[in-house]
């Protein structure tokens, strides 16, 4: 298969799975080991394609995003989105910034993601 079919077929599975409640990071990383797309330039894509789908989402959310920035000094409603998303987001970056080294050893590995996905989707199922 080519690199190019191969980034294709990723991109295909990024847009398809960004917008579910599932991990599209975690379906890209089994699914460059599983087509072979490995190597430093797999990892470049990999950012650019989630950098996509980033500005996807910010894009759908501009107008929100645009009315609480411009409204942080005038509007009580926006105050509270931006202190709830700072609320939300320090939890993530103390753990990310404590357990960086232990969770690349031991969860970024093929078999951990692809259980991790397979038993997630079976609790979406059932509940």
């Known amino acids: ?15 398809l799975t960004e917008f579910l409640p599932v991990s599209s990071t975690a379906h890209l990383l089994v699914l460059t080991d599983v087509i072979d797309f490995n190597g430093p330039a797999n990892h470049t ?23 609480s920035v411009t409204g942080l000094t005038t509007k009580s409603e926006a105050r509270h989105f931006c202190f709830i998303l700072c609320l939300g987001t320090i939890p993530a970056l103390c753990a990310g910034a404590i357990g960086h080294s232990f969770i690349k050893e031991n969860f970024y590995n093929k078999n951990v993601i692809a259980t991790a996905l397979i038993f997630g989707g079976i609790i ?4």
């Open 1 to 15: 298969m080519s690199e190019y079919l191969k980034a294709a077929f990723l991109g295909i599975v990024e847009g």
């Open 124 to 127: 979406m199922l059932v509940l």
């Open 45 to 67: 894509f990999e950012i650019f394609i989630q950098l996509g789908a980033i500005l996807a989402i910010v894009f759908l959310y501009r107008e929100k995003l645009w009315l």
